[in-house]
């Protein structure tokens, strides 16, 4: 016999306890339905819960007002001109390259310096 087991608790199987669980559509259907209605008349009977007037009126000007907020405005407008000339840019190096090899790599470090004196000269 072991002394260590004396000591300690035998080690027990896990339970599994499974409660399941099922799914009428049909009653769920219904009072999705039966909670339509009851909304519907209550609007017409004047008793306007929060839900339900606040739906129609936040539909109401929904989609204009998103349609106002997609407007682009020019600082957009210019970073995708930027982001669009960076990628010609690129995309124009990496065919010279292909084509002329270093030649056009040489070239690239010569525009370099050019570029940034005419960029921050006053």
């Known amino acids: 016999m072991k002394f260590v087991s004396l000591f300690t608790k035998a080690p027990n199987y896990k339970r599994f306890s499974y409660a399941p669980r099922f799914y009428d559509k049909k009653a769920e259907e219904r009072k999705e339905r039966e909670e339509r209605i009851r909304q519907e008349i209550a609007l017409e009977r004047g008793q306007q819960g929060t839900e339900t007037s606040d739906y129609r009126s936040r539909m109401s000007g929904a989609f204009q007002s998103a ?56």
């Open 67 to 122: 349609r106002k907020r997609s407007q682009a405005s020019p600082s957009t407008l210019q970073s995708s001109l930027i982001r669009l000339g960076v990628l010609l840019f690129l995309t124009l190096f990496i065919m010279a390259f292909m084509t002329w090899g270093k030649v056009a790599l040489y070239s690239f470090l010569l525009f370099v310096p050019v570029y940034i004196y005419l960029k921050f000269r006053k």
